[in-house]
């Protein structure tokens, strides 16, 4: 069992930057893949960003890409997204979540475990 808490988010003018965090307890973290997805209001939960347990390796979102970095911290049991440049089209709640097998994938049935979300509003 693992459990992920997310925190970070809030309101942020567009062009504008926020980190955010995603803890986790239970389980060894460093044997996870981790993943940050988002839900806007009225769509589907959409795949955000990946990173590897051993950090070597991640994956962003097209439409993410150049704006925002997915990190990892094993000692601390944390992930983060730093989101720089932030536009409307970013507003969602964000959630992170594990995968518990070793292969990259970026669909959120693949993935076990889920954070509560933390909310991100971008305006004009």
């Known amino acids: 069992q693992v459990q992920l808490a997310e925190s970070g988010g809030g309101l942020v003018q567009a062009g504008g930057s926020l980190r955010l965090s995603c803890a986790a307890s239970g389980r060894t973290f460093s044997n996870y893949v981790m993943g940050w997805f988002r839900q806007a209001p009225g769509k589907e939960r959409e795949f955000v960003a990946l990173?590897?347990?051993?950090?070597?390796?991640?994956i962003h979102a097209d439409s993410v890409k150049g704006r925002f970095t997915v990190s990892r911290d094993n000692a601390k049991n944390t992930v983060y997204l730093q989101m720089n440049s932030l536009k409307p089209e970013d507003t969602a709640v964000y959630y992170c979540?594990?995968?518990?097998?070793?292969?990259?994938?970026?669909?959120?049935?693949?993935?076990?475990?889920w954070g509560q979300g933390t909310q991100v509003t971008v305006s004009l």
């Open positions: 979540a594990t995968r518990s097998q070793p292969t990259l994938l970026t669909g959120p049935r693949f993935y076990d475990y």
């Open positions: 990173i590897t347990w051993s950090g070597d390796r991640a």
